[in-house]
Every structure is written in structure tokens, then in C-alpha cells.
Nanobody, 127 residues
Framework: QVQLVESGGGLVQAGGSLRLSCAAS????????MGWFRQAPGKEREFVAA????????YYADSVKGRFTISRDNAKNTMYLPMNSLNAEDTAVYYC????????????????????WGQGTQVTVSS
């Protein structure tokens, strides 16, 4: 099993920055892809960004492209998400997720294909 622990959320003013981290432990060799998803109050969970664990190929939602940068450090089994130019629409609980199947790699934006999830970290952007 893979365990995921997020950190780095908080309260920030519009235009500010935060960096989220997600530390993976356990059977990390089984990870094909890792991603960030978020859920705002009253809304469905949505894809934010993802990265292939081996090759480091990145994917972004249009709403965060150019502002967020996903990366991973395989030696530390940690994924990062620096977020810049935050706005009120970015307010949500952010979850990191790991996919240990080829299906997750093939449909990397589909949260249903990720089998391990962190507990979530709150990001609040004040306007």
C-alpha cells in the first residue's frame, strides 16, 4: 500500500503563493502517476495537475496552467505543487493522489483511476 501525506496549505491573499507537498511512503515502486485534485464547497472534485512518476511528464487543468507547476523528487518520494497568482477560485481542499495502474497513466486526469488519496489540505485565498 501507498500512504500519502499532504502539507503546505493555508490562508493567503489573492495574488499570493503557496507550495503544496505530498510525501509518499510504502510501496512507492508501484506508483505510475501522481496528481493533485481539489474540491471546493458545493462543487465536485476536479483535476488540477498530474505527473508521471517515471518520466516526469506533466499535465495541467486549463484553469491553473501557467500559475501552478507540478514536480516530483523520486529520491524523496515527494510531489510538489508551487501555486502562484492565487485567486479566490483556487480556494478548495487539495488532495494528492497516486495511481498504481496503467489505466491511471493512460487517463491521468481521471481521479477515479487513482487508488490512493491523501487526507487533503485546505487552501483559502482571500480577495
Amino acid at each position: 500500500q501507498v500512504q500519502l501525506v499532504e502539507s503546505g496549505g493555508g490562508l493567503v491573499q489573492a495574488g499570493g503563493s503557496l507550495r503544496l507537498s505530498c510525501a509518499a511512503s510504502g510501496r512507492t515502486f508501484s506508483i505510475y502517476a501522481m496528481g493533485w485534485f481539489r474540491q471546493a464547497p458545493g462543487k465536485e472534485r476536479e483535476f488540477v495537475a498530474a505527473i508521471t512518476w517515471s518520466g516526469g511528464r506533466t499535465y495541467y487543468a486549463d484553469s491553473v496552467k501557467g500559475r501552478f507547476t507540478i514536480s516530483r523528487d523520486n529520491a524523496k518520494n515527494t510531489m510538489y505543487l508551487p501555486m502562484n497568482s492565487l485567486n479566490a477560485e483556487d480556494t478548495a481542499v487539495y488532495y494528492c493522489a497516486a495511481g498504481s495502474s496503467v489505466a491511471a497513466l493512460a487517463s491521468i486526469r481521471n481521479g477515479r483511476l487513482y487508488d490512493r488519496w491523501g487526507q487533503g489540505t485546505q487552501v483559502t485565498v482571500s480577495s
